[in-house]
């Protein structure tokens, strides 16, 4: 019995034991099940991150155009020499090996010192970028000596180049290498790419993300070390390559007003279509040649342009504050006939001066204009006028009319830097100065001076909107492929092809301005006869300024105003010319500045007249 019983025991542990065995078994099986059969693509991804090497490719940068397809910005094949340390160093030291190489192509002790660093912190079996951007010549030699030197390799890549040079510089930008704020900016791979460039100013850095392109991808095998073993060709991404662009911009105008504005030290000029706000011409001068930073920088050239105060590198169209002196007045007029205070007809007296609260305000012809119109004033550019005018109405009504015509305020261009200027007021000088307006502001703003700060651009947005008829035209550098408004062959347009808003001011009071500006260049004796043209008989209208930099003090007028060539570059007037063209059927609108250029009736108009004469015979 005794036996029995333990035989019956065993059997229940048995049972128990072998259970527990057959459970423990299911539950392993079902894990293996589980990695094996479920869970099989993740480890799999992780066990191929353990040899797999994704090697990024970058894409072509897109081109850029101007409005008649020529290239402004492109792409050619460069080409790079790389060495591979565990091949190189086999039977040479490392500075062998570079002054070998440096007796082809040039290298200086900084390239040589930053080859050997990144020898030094680098895989022994890692690309080395010896030299960038080589010639055909250095590529050649290179090659033919690549017994010479083992682990030497050509890598083709692409380099950025700019066919126009000076004259589209400040529009299209340039590209440059990838900076520590860049990465901290964009989160893109391809920017680890070594030598990538990116868009540092212009058109290059606003549309860099639709130039730039969508990476490729190349799947590489690697052993235990991170030593590329093989390429698997048949998992390759292509890369997709960046989106050509075209802009308004026209480069035959560029160059052109290039050399028109090279007449002066400092300038620049916007020629806008008044009707859809094309850009035509955006020209800054000095400029610069952006395919300077392709390759090595002369040292020298960069000093000279960076420590030069004419700023070669600003886009003085957007980014120069000017006072925009008597081309101020339109807005004036306009002003005092909106609201009703005076009709075209209204004269003021100009005696040469006017006093008003102790204090003597003179106008530009000391020995006055006598009675003074509406017309008149703005062909004679009559001070005193608009010093009795601005009395009358108040400033803010004139401010009220420049913020409508587009001053002081960004055009919305999609361009870094743009300044916005301003138009003060009450509000503004009690805000900023924390003092109050007086009339004496008034009296200086209503020509253009005081606290008044415009762009080049907005001198053209202003004129465009006084010549379409009072629309809301913005400007704009992008080419609408889809827009046929300028593609009829009668290059003309009318208001009914305008998409853009009326501001809202009476026609009739447009056009006693119009033919105050008609007057200014056409009218005998007017301030703006040297913008006279005659193109198969089409005429222009338009308003000089000249803006003082310097206020002329009391002293100085009973001692003698000094002529402004006999006073030092900086502290002479700012000359400035806005107009518009056809007179009969207006298409463009201008505007030119020359920073310190002293008279706007003698240097500025002749250089919109013939920026102008130059784009009726393109488009006519």
Not at 310 to 338: C, D, H, Q, W
Request: hydrophobic fraction near 35%; glycine fraction near 8%.
């Amino acid at each position: 019995m005794r036996d029995a019983e333990q035989t019956k025991q065993f059997t229940r542990r048995a049972i128990v034991i072998g259970g527990g065995q057959f459970l423990l078994s299911l539950v392993l099986v079902g894990r293996i099940a589980y990695l094996q059969v479920i869970e099989a693509k993740k480890y799999k991804k992780l066990s191929d991150n353990n040899y797999l090497k994704i090697k990024l490719l970058a894409p072509s940068r897109g081109k850029i155009f101007d409005c008649q397809n020529q290239i402004l910005a492109d792409n050619i094949d460069s080409y790079n020499v790389v060495l591979i340390p565990e091949e190189s160093f086999e039977k040479i030291t490392k500075e062998e090996f570079l002054d070998s190489v440096s007796k082809i192509i040039e290298l200086t002790d900084k390239e040589k010192e930053r080859i050997l660093r990144d020898i030094k912190r680098t895989r022994k079996f890692s690309h080395i970028l010896v030299k960038d951007h080589l010639t055909w010549d250095e590529m050649s030699k290179i090659q033919a000596k690549n017994l010479d030197f083992p682990g030497t390799y050509i890598e083709t890549g692409e380099l950025r180049i700019y066919p126009k040079e000076k004259s589209c510089a400040h529009v299209i930008g340039y590209v440059g290498r990838v900076s520590e704020r860049d990465l901290k900016e964009d989160s893109d791979p391809l920017l680890s790419i070594p030598n990538f460039r990116v868009g540092k100013t212009g058109f290059e850095k606003a549309l860099e993300k639709q130039l730039r392109g969508e990476r490729g991808e190349v799947i590489q095998i690697v052993n235990s070390t991170g030593r590329v073993v093989e390429t698997l060709n048949n998992r390759t991404k292509k890369p997709t390559d960046g989106k050509d662009i075209q802009l308004t911009i026209d480069s035959r105008l560029q160059e052109y007003a290039q050399e028109v504005l090279s007449r002066e030290e400092s300038a620049s000029a916007v020629l806008m279509d008044i009707y859809t706000g094309e850009v035509l011409c955006m020209s800054s001068y000095p400029s610069f040649d952006p395919n300077i930073f392709n390759t090595k920088p002369d040292d020298a050239e960069f000093e000279r342009l960076f420590s030069s105060n004419r700023f070669p590198f600003m886009n003085k169209s957007i980014e120069g504050l000017y006072a925009p002196g008597s081309t101020f007045k339109m807005m004036g007029v306009l002003a005092g006939l909106e609201s009703g205070e005076i009709t075209q007809n209204t004269t003021i007296n100009c005696a040469g001066h006017m006093d008003y609260a102790n204090h003597r305000y003179h106008c530009w012809k000391t020995a006055g204009h006598g009675p003074v119109n509406a017309i008149n004033s703005l062909r004679w550019s009559c001070d005193i006028y608009f010093y009795e005018l601005v009395l009358k109405i108040g400033f803010e009504r004139v401010k009220e009319m420049a913020l409508k015509f587009g001053l002081g305020q960004k055009t919305g261009i999609p361009l870094s830097n743009e300044k916005a200027g301003q138009i003060p007021g009450r509000d503004w000088k009690r805000k900023e100065r924390g003092e109050a307006w007086y009339h004496g502001d008034s009296i200086g703003s209503i020509i253009g001076q005081g606290y008044i700060l415009t762009t080049p651009i907005q001198l053209a947005v202003m004129t465009a909107r006084i010549a379409n008829g009072g629309y809301a035209v913005k400007p704009t550098l992008f080419k609408d492929p889809n827009d046929t408004r300028i593609l009829r062959k009668e290059n003309k347009l009318s208001s009914s092809d305008i998409e853009f808003n009326s501001i809202g001011i009476d026609p009739y009071h447009l056009s006693v301005v119009q033919k105050g500006m008609y007057a200014v260049v056409n009218a005998q004796y007017s301030t703006g006869n040297s913008a006279y043209i005659n193109y198969k008989g089409q005429r222009m209208a338009g308003k000089t300024g000249t803006a003082q930099v310097a206020r002329i003090t009391m002293e100085e007028r009973a001692q003698g105003i000094r002529s402004q060539y006999s006073i030092p570059w900086n502290r002479r007037h700012h000359a400035l010319f806005v107009g518009y063209a056809p007179y009969n059927n207006p298409r463009f609108a201008i505007s030119v500045v020359a920073e310190h250029g002293v008279s706007g009736g003698v240097v500025t108009a002749p250089m919109g007249r013939d920026i102008m004469l130059r784009a009726l015979e393109l488009y006519s």
